[in-house]
């Protein structure tokens, strides 16, 4: 454990260092969309609490995609890597390989549905040395059509940032606007309003806030929306998942017990109507902000009192546009048989009530998928399928629907089989549509390498997007696993 840990140390260290030798990548493109692999360095005797291939993480970044009918394309952001390929701003070395380590860039890209292809994706940011995707970027699309990257900072040793496209509808450049102190980007806009922004401060505590810009150049102060803490404890803290539904705003979120994230438990819900002016529970009952008690009204389902951890993993909406949310429970924080199989779980409220459902199981804590619905159909694409690298973060995909409400789910398609990596972080496209409706990354948790990253529809097929360009746009034929 110790010989891993100094490892990671050398690596992150080594990589710091040789990153400053080269100027940064900002607006310039690269070769093909190659994802990073990342690892937490948390080990137990089944492997790290997780690692594997993250350009789409976390679930906490919202959202990461956006499909525009203006100009049928779907605009995404995600985490990559310049290693070993050539960029417009380097040159090769004599072997024709580029030099630079494996750090994060925070990358923009964009699919054209007309003519089936993507463009070289476009480097939004380059992270410098910092090769952790708690950093990733989310996005957002203003009346005009400029397209806004927020970047992640990670508590207050690094800022966050917010970007603007010099053009619309373009991710050929970005100009920075904001720098800011934030965490787990999650902006909404709002037309004829503007952006309300969800995010997460460590104030030696993770801390949930919001704040507004009609422009995105000039925005309100920081105001506190969740600080839950225990009178015998010291810290507390908060992990949010969101989702907009025209003028509604909500959010799930959870709670860490004496601010362990190993911990985190409970499920508690909020919305606003009125673009944050007033916060309100699903029934529209008002909220006092900032919610600092473990028993507030705000709270729909106990687990702490269960010793049961939660990870909530995305958000949606029914038909009635009642808020319903996605997440994981189970027992423990490492991955292992000795805490079991994590029961992917529904909780939705129906207009009266909330109402919780089982799903299915999987065997990891950071299995990430997305659920959306349409016509009365609720879909969840999840890796439930615990392979390759079993009791590992990921899996091969599975579209699991439900007819009834989410009250009784079926399986109706393996849409990955025999990978040799597992598959994770399946992130839906905000308004999507087919065949750009979800994206996701694979990797091996166990194994540093080759992280590629793929797109699929409603039905299951799915398309790599391409791992090496040649030319300025490229098509994305259908692949099978």
Same mark, same amino acid.
């Given at each position: 454990m ?5 490892i ?5 260290f080594t990589n710091?260092?040789?990153?400053q030798?080269?100027?940064?990548l900002?607006n310039?493109k ?11 360095g948390?080990f137990?005797e ?9 350009a789409t993480?976390t679930?906490? @970044?919202i ?6 009918p203006?100009v049928?394309?779907t ?6 890597i310049?290693?070993g390929?050539?960029?417009s701003a380097?040159?090769p070395?004599k072997k024709?390989r580029?030099?630079?380590?494996n750090y994060l860039?925070c990358?923009?890209?964009?699919y054209? @549905?007309?003519t089936?292809t ?8 380059d992270k410098?040395g910092?090769?952790?995707p ?11 059509g400029?397209i806004?990257?927020?970047?992640s900072g990670?508590?207050r ?5 917010i970007y603007k496209?010099r ?6 450049a970005?100009?920075?606007?904001v720098e ?10 709002m037309?004829?309003k ?5 995010f997460?401060?460590y ?7 919001f ?5 995105g150049?000039?925005w ?8 839950i803490?225990r009178?015998d404890?010291?810290y507390g803290?908060?992990?949010q998942i ?6 509604k705003i ?15 438990t ?9 673009f944050?002016?007033t916060?309100?529970?699903?029934d529209?009952?008002?909220i006092?902000?900032p919610?600092?008690e ?7 389902k106990d687990?702490?009192t ?8 995305d958000?949606t909406f ?5 808020p ?8 423990? @924080?490492?991955p ?12 939705s409220?129906n207009g009266?009530?909330w109402?919780?459902s089982i799903i299915t199981t999987s065997?990891?804590?950071?299995d990430?998928?997305?659920?959306w619905t349409?016509?009365?159909?609720w879909t969840?694409?999840?890796?439930t399928e615990n392979?390759?690298q079993?009791?590992a973060?990921g ?8 007819h009834?409400?989410?009250?009784t789910?079926?399986p109706?398609?393996q849409?990955?089989k025999?990978?040799p990596r597992?598959h994770?972080?399946v992130?839906?496209v905000l ?6 409706k ?7 948790p166990?194994?540093?390498g080759?992280s590629q990253m793929?797109?699929g529809d ?6 790599q997007l391409?791992y090496?360009?040649t030319a300025d746009?490229?098509?994305t034929?259908k692949?099978?696993k």
């Amino acid at each position: 454990m110790k010989n891993l840990t100094v490892i990671l140390l050398l690596y992150i260290f080594t990589n710091t260092i040789h990153a400053q030798n080269y100027p940064p990548l900002d607006n310039c493109k690269t070769d093909g969309y190659k994802g990073i692999w990342f690892t937490l360095g948390q080990f137990s005797e089944y492997g790290d609490k997780y690692s594997g291939g993250m350009a789409t993480y976390t679930a906490k @970044h919202i959202p990461l995609a956006i499909y525009s009918p203006k100009v049928q394309k779907t605009f995404f952001v995600y985490g990559g890597i310049a290693e070993g390929r050539k960029t417009s701003a380097d040159a090769p070395d004599k072997k024709g390989r580029n030099t630079y380590g494996n750090y994060l860039l925070c990358m923009a890209g964009s699919y054209n @549905h007309k003519t089936n292809t993507v463009t070289k994706p476009t480097v939004v940011y380059d992270k410098r040395g910092v090769f952790d995707p708690h950093d990733n970027p989310a996005i957002s699309i203003d009346t005009y059509g400029y397209i806004w990257v927020f970047i992640s900072g990670r508590g207050r040793g690094r800022p966050g940032f917010i970007y603007k496209s010099r053009q619309p509808y373009c991710i050929e450049a970005f100009d920075r606007i904001v720098e800011d102190e934030m965490t787990y980007p999650q902006p909404k806009y709002m037309e004829g309003k503007g952006f309300l922004h969800l995010f997460t401060k460590y104030t030696g505590l993770r801390l949930l806030y919001f704040n507004t810009s009609s422009d995105g150049h000039e925005w309100t102060e920081h105001k506190l929306l969740a600080a839950i803490k225990r009178p015998d404890d010291k810290y507390g803290g908060h992990y949010q998942i969101s989702a907009q539904k025209g003028n509604k705003i909500a959010f799930f979120f959870n709670w860490h017990p004496n601010g362990n994230v190993d911990r985190r438990t409970n499920i508690y819900y909020m919305q606003t109507v009125d673009f944050g002016k007033t916060w309100t529970q699903a029934d529209g009952k008002p909220i006092s902000i900032p919610v600092t008690e473990t028993d507030d009204p705000c709270r729909v389902k106990d687990f702490f009192t269960k010793g049961e951890n939660v990870y909530i993993k995305d958000v949606t909406f029914d038909e009635d546009g009642n808020p319903i949310a996605l997440y994981l429970s189970g027992k423990g @924080h490492q991955p292992g048989p000795e805490y079991g199989h994590k029961k992917w779980q529904v909780i939705s409220w129906n207009g009266k009530e909330w109402q919780n459902s089982i799903i299915t199981t999987s065997d990891h804590n950071y299995d990430t998928g997305s659920i959306w619905t349409d016509n009365g159909k609720w879909t969840l694409i999840a890796p439930t399928e615990n392979s390759p690298q079993a009791w590992a973060c990921g899996g091969e995909l599975l579209i699991w629907e439900s007819h009834d409400k989410g009250k009784t789910w079926k399986p109706t398609r393996q849409i990955t089989k025999n990978s040799p990596r597992n598959h994770n972080y399946v992130r839906k496209v905000l308004d999507g549509i087919d065949p750009f409706k979800y994206f996701w990354a694979d990797g091996n948790p166990a194994l540093e390498g080759i992280s590629q990253m793929y797109f699929g529809d409603t039905k299951g097929n799915i398309r790599q997007l391409p791992y090496t360009m040649t030319a300025d746009e490229q098509k994305t034929p259908k692949i099978h696993k």
